[in-house]
């Protein structure tokens, strides 16, 4: 099966704080994806990645920056968190061009105070 | 562009009854559509896709999906409600124009199933 592992199940940091969150698959998937999700909003698209090194804005990327050095880990970066960042972010995977069905991790809960 | 709208933030049902949660959706090219159900402090689990092979989709646990082109629809249903089912469910669309396989999410859908 494919294993996406996201590195904090819950975190609080406080605002100014510069926060990284860990995102890791294990089945050599070319895309990689950092979702947002609020009650009532649904999921929305922070950023995604197609290859190392290569990201794309989402719908949603202001206040938000990403990594990607290697293939099975992409990085969600808060340079400077605030409390509307307060949400539940959720990582997912997809192999490239053609198959599109996404593979997600558990969630990391943030809390920033 | 693509969007997705589910007509109910909230559906409760008895168990052993019939579960309809609806969904409509907006693509500028063939869709592919999905639900995904979220339990109470879990990720995200695929329940079923249509991908443009056969219209009535089916899917674990007992579910099943109709795309409807012309109505622009698909519509998770379940013949018989059970508890294990309380849980939030997503349509989520995805272009099959976009290589990149963006998914677009609906805003969701909050089951409760009651004794």
């Known amino acids: 099966d494919v294993k996406v592992t996201q590195s904090s199940r819950y975190l609080v940091k406080r605002t100014g704080e510069k926060v990284f969150l860990e995102c890791v698959q294990d089945m050599d998937h070319e895309n990689m994806f950092w979702y947002r999700q609020d009650p009532g909003l649904g999921l929305r698209l922070i950023y995604f990645?197609?290859?190392?090194?290569?990201?794309e804005k989402g719908d949603i990327p202001e206040g938000y920056s990403v990594s990607r050095e290697k293939k099975e880990r992409f990085s969600l970066i808060l340079e400077s968190a605030s409390t509307n960042q307060t949400s539940m972010y959720l990582c997912a995977s997809s192999i490239g061009q053609g198959t599109i069905e996404a593979f997600f991790g558990q969630g990391t809960r943030l809390t920033v105070v | 562009a693509q969007s997705v709208t589910q007509l109910d933030s909230h559906v409760s049902v008895s168990e052993g009854t019939p579960v309809l949660l609806r969904c409509n959706y907006s693509?500028?090219?063939?869709?592919?559509l999905f639900w995904y159900v979220q339990h109470p402090n879990k990720g995200l689990q695929l329940l079923l896709k249509?991908?443009?092979?056969?219209?009535l989709v089916k899917g674990i646990n007992g579910f099943e999906a109709e795309f409807k082109k012309s109505e622009t629809s698909f519509h998770l249903t379940k013949p018989s409600a059970h508890m294990s089912d309380a849980a939030e469910y997503f349509c989520v669309v995805s272009d099959l124009g976009d290589s990149w396989g963006k998914l677009q999410f609906g805003a969701g859908t909050q089951v409760v199933v009651t004794p």
């Open positions: 249509y991908t443009s092979a056969a219209t």
């Open positions: 693509s500028s090219y063939s869709p592919s």
């Open positions: 990645s197609y290859d190392v090194k290569m990201k």
